[in-house]
């Protein structure tokens, strides 16, 4: 059974820092690109951050620079560091490995 658990998410004050992890268990980690998504009220869930299997990273450019993906392959788990967090970042955050999505992590950046 294939599973992905994100964790980390919480309530922050604009300029703040949260990191999110995604633990992945069932599905053959290391071969696989991991990405993370956000959906926030009343929008389309968007792509945020992409790390392949050799670890080259891609973000949104609403993210760069302050937000970092990175993986540990011997953990099968995936990270999303983030910081200077802004009230636009508030959303409910997804992982998704293959074909196969997480069950979300809110979190939420007060003003």
């Known amino acids: 059974q294939v599973q992905l658990v994100e964790s980390g998410g919480g309530l922050v004050q604009a300029g703040g820092s949260l990191r999110l992890s995604c633990a992945a268990s069932?599905?053959?980690?290391?071969?696989?690109?991991m990405m993370w998504y956000r959906q926030a009220p009343g929008k389309q869930r968007e792509l945020v951050a992409t790390?392949?299997?050799?670890?080259?990273?891609n973000y949104a450019d609403s993210v760069k620079g302050r937000f970092t993906i990175s993986r540990d392959n011997a953990k099968n788990t995936v990270y999303l560091q983030m910081k200077s967090l802004k009230p636009e970042d508030t959303a409910v955050y997804y992982c998704?490995?293959?074909?196969?999505w997480g069950q979300g992590t809110q979190v939420t950046v007060s003003s």
């Open positions: 790390i392949t299997i050799g670890g080259n990273t």
């Open positions: 998704k490995g293959g074909v196969w």
């Open positions: 069932g599905i053959i980690f290391s071969i696989n690109a």
